[in-house]
């Protein structure tokens, strides 16, 4: 079994910024691409950010780049997520997840084990 474990959740001001973190439990991440997702009240969830297996290659939503960044340290076994220049348009449930490939994708359903999120609110 594989648990991810998201924590750094919280209350913002639009501005401010919060640094989320995955851990997981059961297996090392270091063989694994990553992924952050996000999911609002009434809506589809959307990728956020991923990382290939090396953290050596990165992607990033759109309505994210240049104010997030995802990063990992295989050898704590974390993820993180870095969020800048928070909008209240962020609020949601942001997922870490894990996918079998060491390649980024965008698409959730090809990720296999999700944690159980953690909430992200902004106030403008």
């Known amino acids: 079994q594989v648990q991810l474990v998201e924590s750094g959740g919280g209350l913002v001001q639009a501005g401010e910024s919060l640094r989320l973190s995955c851990t997981p439990s059961g297996r090392t991440l270091s063989s694994y691409a990553m992924g952050w997702f996000r999911q609002a009240p009434g809506k589809e969830r959307e990728f956020v950010a991923g990382i290939n297996w090396s953290g050596g290659r990165t992607k990033y939503a759109d309505s994210v780049k240049g104010r997030f960044t995802i990063s990992r340290d295989n050898a704590k076994n974390t993820l993180s997520l870095q969020m800048n220049s928070l909008k209240p348009e962020d609020t949601a449930v942001y997922y870490c997840?894990?996918?079998?490939?060491?390649?980024?994708?965008?698409?959730?359903?090809?990720?296999?084990?999700w944690g159980k999120g953690t909430q992200v609110t902004v106030s403008s």
């Open positions: 997840a894990r996918r079998i490939s060491g390649v980024v994708s965008t698409t959730h359903n090809e990720y296999d084990y």
